[in-house]
């Protein structure tokens, strides 16, 4: 039992120290690309010497961030644009900034579509906090608790279970089921511990996977396609952020397509982007395109050839993507929301159990000696 003992207990410090140390990277993170975004905007908007500027800046970075905000630099002054510069050094700014960069550099509002990229990111900062499901209670809530019962279990069949025992066999009676039942399963446990063990960290990573995927959107990870089922959501997002830029600054929305389908980071999103970027120019309807590849619906896209008409594009495609991101951080909430009561009632049969097996020959003696 000390060895079983032991090893929860391990388990339980190392699933509690990395489940930190992925919140802490992600915040961090989160919060070096939104500052980044921020800086970019304000250098590339006021046109202050940009090479200048970013080696200024990365003086003030860690040393893996600082290398490569170096290498943009060096490349920059090699006269690479600022948006390749960035996409050769992955980490500093997320695949989907990079691409808006590249399509800001081409419409000539460089500086609009990192200011808007950054927005987007306080703005999903500011929902994360205000949600009602919170990152750091959801992790104690689903890690914490589930790690704390099999310490507990492993004290009680330790220290007290031994002692109703001896205290049954004393007076020749028989333990209740429900003990026998607890007894068996700690000792099946002890015997196969590698199974609990690999229940317990099966468990804990559903949890954190679970987190990560409710919080994906607040914390700007770009996770598998297998592990995302919001894949689609954030690839229409994207376009429609995208073909906002050059709708605001005026210019033709081939600005957008040509790098949408020549610099997206995922070779499925350059296959979508590059059908619409053809359908475009044979002069089909992008917006009905747009739907014929599943990114927005029939109704959005006739409101986005309404504000086409109306010229207020911009603020159309701005709204919608808008309003697909929300929905998409929502459904992945729900996650947490569902997942919290679902938990409660294993844990409480789990403590049910337990209590009955713990409480039941206190029960039992008392009734007999009386």
């Known amino acids: 039992m000390g060895l079983l003992l032991a090893i929860f207990l391990a388990f339980a ?35 202050l010497p940009l090479a200048l500027e970013l080696e200024a800046l990365g ?43 590249h399509v800001g550099e081409r419409a000539g509002c460089l500086g ?29 809530y689903l890690v914490l608790v589930p790690l704390v019962i099999p310490i507990i279990l492993t004290f009680l069949m330790v220290f007290i279970v031994p002692k109703l025992e001896k205290i049954f066999d004393d007076f020749g009676a028989e333990l209740p089921w429900a003990t026998e039942r607890l007894i068996k399963s700690s000792d099946f446990l002890l015997q196969y511990w590698y199974i609990g063990a690999a229940s317990l960290v099966a468990g804990v990573s559903c949890a954190g996977v679970l987190l990560v995927l409710a919080n994906a959107y607040a914390w700007d990870l770009r996770l598998p396609r297998w592990l995302t089922p919001g894949g689609r959501s954030r690839r229409a997002s994207l376009a429609l952020r995208a073909l906002a830029l050059p709708a605001a600054a005026g210019r033709p929305l081939s600005d957008a397509l040509d790098p949408m389908a020549n610099s997206a980071s995922d070779a ?51 709204l919608l993507s808008d309003r697909i991101d929300d929905r998409r951080r929502r459904r992945f909430a729900m996650l947490i929301e569902f997942a919290q009561p679902l938990i409660v009632l294993m844990l409480g049969a789990l403590i049910l159990f337990i209590c009955l097996g713990i409480f039941l020959p206190l029960v039992k003696l008392i009734n007999d000696l009386s």
Do not use: H
């Not at 950054?118 to 906090?129: D, M, P, T, Y």
């Not at 979508?272 to 599943?294: K, V």
């Open 13 to 47: 410090q190392v699933a509690t120290v990395s489940a930190v140390i992925l919140l802490g990277i992600a915040a961090v993170s989160r919060a070096r690309r939104a500052a980044l975004l921020w800086l970019l905007a304000v250098i590339t908007r006021r046109r």
């Open 59 to 101: 003086d003030g970075m860690l040393r893996r961030d600082r290398g490569k905000l170096n290498a943009v630099v060096d490349r920059v002054r090699s006269g690479t644009s600022l948006a390749q510069a960035l996409a050769v050094s992955p980490g500093l700014i997320s695949d989907d900034a990079i691409l808006l960069a």
């Open 268 to 318: 499925s999103d350059r296959w979508r982007f590059g059908r619409l970027r053809e359908r475009f120019q044979a002069g089909g309807n992008l917006w009905q395109g747009l739907a014929d590849e599943r990114l927005i619906t029939s109704r959005d896209a006739r409101f986005l050839g309404a504000a086409e008409t109306a010229g207020n594009l911009d603020w159309a495609l701005a």
């Open 112 to 140: 609009e579509a990192f200011t808007a990229e950054a927005e987007r990111l306080a703005r999903a900062r500011e929902e994360a906090v205000t949600s009602t499901t919170s990152p750091s209670l959801a992790f104690m």
